[in-house]
């Protein structure tokens, strides 16, 4: 029993010594190797230029905000460079992995980004990195770094834009007579992505990288540049954005289907969807810069409120070409039905077509329809067809005349139109209705195929 006891402890024994031995031998040539080592001077000072090779391997992706133009995101940041100073010999070791401290010892290549913004290294709860040194001198420097950088943006096609954000590191003094960069593994390959990085709104489609020089007045510096590709999801905007707008541009176009007597209604239809598009369109821009020219969002937001005004303006036209009530015991004589027809010309013209027009609506077929039974009607009472031909002409040139009384609400030419009203025409469709309801959602799709298709597929 006791004999066992002593056998273990034996062991044990000779196991630590071996381990005390060793870590007395490292801590030899460690001192061995420091003692007159200059950490101000670069490895192989005079000779040929230092290779220090690179590698990342990006470990998450943080926000990419449009307002600052910046990014940010988390990488295990690799250098490895040859401290011909650094060689040792302890038998049967390597390779000595160390911490910080001994970094602070030795010299090491001061890599900054050039567009780097406010990055940090995480030293909870140390310092995240390492330093290994072969025994034939070679340094390996690993860091976890979180780096913020600049990312320009040109916004012209957001939301379907897919932003390309840059890295650019190099050495702080450095040219290229003393600190060359290279890739480790080569261009492609050597900035990996966690298969695990996911953002809310980018997929993230690709990563390149290349080396340059810069030239600057200070000399020539080496640089390696990293492109992270981007694509965002435009799911989110299709859902809280162009479904909405595009929706209540519809709902403004319910307004043609309401009398037009019902004044309130139309003007607050029309008033609330500008007001709401508007409101969305305000929350939209709020994560973005103050951009001086048109996002593809702008764009759409901006035609879905020129609709809405359009359905308003529609409504002022309705109401004041067509919604003329009739004096008292409106006449209807002979010369007026003259000067009516004009129904099928645009909306913009038919002053008094419309009344003719909507009465057809109103009292079936039984009453003066169009233009040519109209026209037929009045030869019937022995008028020639040429004065009614004629008086169409005419009517085509006073368009001009009729728009700008309009635009000044000319009230005498109101009047005018007013003794030509009829009791029923006030509370009939406007012909100016009517067309509207295919042409607002007819060129509201045009307008949509034309935006998607460009969008997605030209720009
Ligand atoms: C430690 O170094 C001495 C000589 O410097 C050597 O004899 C010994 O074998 C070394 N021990 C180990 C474990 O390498
Ligand atoms: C040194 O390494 C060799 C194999 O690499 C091994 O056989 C030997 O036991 C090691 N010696 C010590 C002292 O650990
Ligand atoms: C890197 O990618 C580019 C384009 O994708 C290709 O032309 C080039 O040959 C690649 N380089 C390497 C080293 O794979
Ligand atoms: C880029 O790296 C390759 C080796 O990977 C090297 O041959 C080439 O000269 C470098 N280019 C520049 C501009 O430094």
Not at 35 to 61: A, C, H, Q, W
Not at 181 to 192: A, H, I
Not at 358 to 366: L, V, W
Request: net charge positive.
């Amino acid at each position: 029993m006791v004999g066992l006891l002593f056998l273990i402890l034996s062991l044990l024994k000779s196991v630590l010594c071996e381990w005390s031995t060793y870590a007395d031998n490292t801590t030899e040539v460690l001192d061995k190797l420091l003692t007159n080592y200059r950490k101000e001077f670069r490895p192989g000072l005079g000779g040929k230029p230092l290779v220090i090779e690179t590698d990342m391997m990006i470990r998450s992706i943080g926000q990419i905000s449009e307002s600052n133009m910046d990014y940010s995101f988390q990488c295990y940041f690799r250098q490895r460079w040859t401290d011909e100073r650094l060689k040792f010999k302890i038998h049967n070791i390597t390779e000595v992995t160390l911490n910080n401290l001994f970094l602070s010892l030795i010299w090491k290549p001061n890599t900054y980004f050039l567009n780097g913004q406010k990055s940090h290294q995480h030293n909870i709860p140390r310092p995240n990195l390492f330093v290994r040194i072969r025994n034939d001198g070679r340094v390996y420097l690993s860091r976890r770094l979180t780096v913020k950088a600049a990312c320009p943006m040109r916004l012209g096609l957001y939301p379907m834009d897919k932003p390309v954000c840059p890295l650019v590191l190099g050495s702080y003094g450095y040219t290229t007579d003393d600190v060359l960069y290279m890739w480790k593994y080569g261009n492609n390959v050597s900035v990996e992505l966690m298969k695990d990085v996911r953002l809310a709104q980018f997929d993230t489609i690709d990563v390149t990288t290349s080396n340059n020089t810069e030239t600057t007045p200070f000399g020539e510096f080496s640089i390696l540049k990293v492109y992270i590709y981007f694509e965002r999801r435009i799911g989110f905007f299709i859902l809280q954005i162009y479904l909405p707008c595009s929706m209540i541009t519809c709902l403004s176009w319910v307004s043609f289907w309401i009398n037009r007597d019902a004044a309130p209604a139309r003007v607050l239809l029309g008033v609330t969807t500008i007001l709401a598009t508007a409101g969305i369109g305000m929350t939209v821009r709020e994560g973005l810069p103050r951009v001086s020219y048109a996002t593809a969002l702008d764009t759409y937001l901006n035609v879905c409120i020129v609709y809405e005004m359009a359905a308003m303006i529609e409504y002022a036209a309705v109401n004041y070409f067509t919604k003329v009530l009739p004096l008292e015991g409106g006449a209807d004589s002979d010369e007026e039905a003259e000067a009516g027809p004009q129904a099928g010309k645009p909306p913009d013209t038919e002053a008094q077509g419309v009344l003719h027009q909507t009465e057809s609506h109103d009292n079936g077929s039984t009453e003066k329809p169009t233009i040519s039974t109209q026209c037929a009607k009045t030869s019937f009472k022995l008028r020639t067809v040429d004065s009614c031909r004629k008086n169409r002409r005419r009517r085509r040139t006073r368009f001009g005349a009729m728009l700008l009384y309009c635009l000044t609400g000319d009230l005498k030419y109101r009047s005018a139109l007013r003794g030509k009203g009829n009791a029923q025409a006030g509370n009939a469709v406007s012909d100016i209705d009517v067309w509207c309801r295919y042409v607002f959602p007819g060129t509201f799709l045009l307008f949509n195929i034309s935006y998607w298709i460009s969008y997605l597929f030209i720009f």
